[in-house]
């Protein structure tokens, strides 16, 4: 009998004209799934044909990233935009990456959120709403990739879309199960062999320890790290090690 599978994902094509951010090439031999920028908070026209066109070549599964119009702040500053602009704005992107994901022979199968966007349609039912509506309008059959529990995944369910949990391999979580805040003590874990041991554990049990000792239920089907995280590389090839060591399937959800 075959262990439980899990997908690795990463956050991709997080450059723009000189500026790069993060190893796409490093992280491409490594992750499943390539969560690919669209141009709102970070990626450009040459960042996405080069992403694109070096996960077609790997197998990597190709996902739009969306997110809110905020190449200044990196997508993570909360942007009050109104649904059907956001709902436009979703739809731009994903046929921006869904263009160059064609040009690479292959093409965008999942969607999900980033920073702020990710964070807001947790619990903002009119905004995650919103991008439900855009991704359902483009392609019913992609699917999408959130917190477990979020007001994103029920309404993407609810509107006929497959959903896909996702834990954070290199994130802190709250006793409620959502992710401690960039810059509070707890937020991020950069030693390779306790994310590791933090994914096993997902995978296995589908538990996570919080910052305060106690265990949260995450059912996730896919673990992300933060191609922007320190030593993002590094702790993905430990992961991916300790994954196919312990028996168990490496595999893209979508």
């Keep these: 009998m075959s262990g439980p599978t899990i997908d690795l ?5 997080e450059g723009f004209g000189i500026w790069r951010l993060g190893d796409d090439d490093a992280l491409l031999q490594i992750v499943t799934s390539a969560n690919v920028a669209c141009g709102f908070h ?13 996960a077609a070549e790997r197998g990597v599964t190709i996902g739009a ?7 200044a702040g990196f997508g ?3 942007i009050d935009v109104p649904a059907d602009t956001l ?3 979703v739809v731009y992107q ?3 990456l869904a263009g160059f994901a064609r040009v690479a022979g292959t093409q965008v199968r999942y969607v999900k959120p980033h920073g702020a966007l990710y964070h807001r349609v947790g619990s903002d039912e009119t905004q995650a709403a919103a991008v439900v509506a855009a991704v359902r309008a ?9 917190l477990p529990g979020s007001a994103w995944l029920r309404l993407a369910a609810d509107a006929g879309l497959t959903t896909v949990a996702e834990a954070f391999a290199d994130r802190g979580y709250t006793p409620a199960g959502t992710l401690v805040p960039r810059g509070r003590p707890g937020a991020l874990i950069t030693d390779p062999a306790e994310v590791a041991e ?3 554990r997902i995978a296995t049990t589908g538990l996570v320890r919080a910052v305060d000792g106690s265990d949260v239920a995450v059912p996730a089907r896919s673990v992300c790290v933060h191609g922007d995280s320190p030593g993002a590389v590094e702790l993905a090839r430990e992961i991916r090690t300790a994954v196919l060591d312990r028996g168990l399937e490496l595999r893209a959800f979508a």
Excluded: F, K, M, W
């Design 9 to 13: 994902n990463s956050d991709l094509g």
């Design 42 to 54: 970070a990626g450009d026209p040459d960042t996405l044909r080069r992403v694109c066109t070096t």
């Design 65 to 71: 990233q969306v997110s809110y119009r905020d190449l």
């Design 76 to 78: 993570r500053r909360a």
């Design 87 to 89: 709902a436009n704005e």
């Design 94 to 96: 994903i046929a921006a």
């Design 138 to 146: 483009y392609d019913p059959g992609l699917a999408v990739l959130g």
């Design 198 to 200: 933090r994914v096993l």
